[in-house]
């Protein structure tokens, strides 16, 4: 069999929000048991049938890059987390939906992979405001995921779903809310699992594929 494809897909927030639970689900189909803290980064690895159904369907691999979520400013921190952003292909946001602070840092996250030659100039986020021009001229698809929907009281999900909803539009991405500890929310043929193929698709076609459909030539 012929070696597969892959694309680098950075796993990007806040410490706790539970990207490695996320990960291990999205890779494993199946709930981590004891989730811990990551250090620098971890990968894994989801097989992926890129236009599934369709005469194009081709299988990749995609490298889940799981990076820790400390959001220290200090310089060495930053740099040493710069490495793993070499060479990404798409980005998949991830922040806890009962912790507001977390969806403002997503900013700041994309920005840092996405700039990561770029020194810092001030505050990226300051009482919700930002510089929606930042993301104006991104070709890297982002996908933004909300966790622990499980946590929130049915009587509060309307107003706190409403109010993570502008993320994607700010991110010009999809959007999914899930609970990681119940795979059903990726069940096959829900709206969140053709979400997660829609973009895991829009990724493999910027790395493999010019915009007429044609396959460009590539580099590893």
């Known amino acids: 069999m012929a070696a597969l494809d892959r694309v680098k897909v950075l796993v990007l927030g806040d410490s706790g929000v539970g990207k490695s639970s996320l990960v291990h689900l999205l890779c494993h189909n199946q709930v981590l048991g004891n989730p811990s803290w990551t250090v620098g980064c971890s990968v894994d690895v989801r097989i992926h049938d890129y236009k599934e159904g369709t005469p194009e369907e081709k299988t990749y691999y995609i490298e889940l890059w799981d990076v820790g979520g400390s959001v220290g400013s200090a310089s060495s921190v930053k740099s040493t987390r710069a490495v793993f952003y070499n060479l990404l292909n798409g980005i998949i946001l991830v922040h806890d939906l009962t912790n507001k602070k977390s969806s403002q840092n ?64 700010d991110f010009n991405a999809e959007e999914i809310n899930l609970d990681c500890t119940n795979p059903r929310y990726l069940a096959a043929g829900s709206s969140n699992a053709v979400k997660l193929s829609r973009f895991f698709d829009k990724v493999i076609e910027k790395r493999y594929f010019l915009r007429d459909g044609n396959q460009v030539c590539h580099f590893s």
């Open 106 to 169: 997503l900013y700041r996250w994309s920005l840092e992979a996405l700039n990561r030659d770029v020194a810092p100039t001030g505050v990226l986020v300051t009482n919700g405001d930002y510089d929606r021009e930042q993301f104006g001229d991104n070709q890297i698809p982002l996908l933004v995921i909300g966790t622990k929907l499980d946590q929130i009281p049915e009587t509060k999900r309307n107003e706190v779903l409403t109010r993570t909803a502008f993320l994607a539009e």
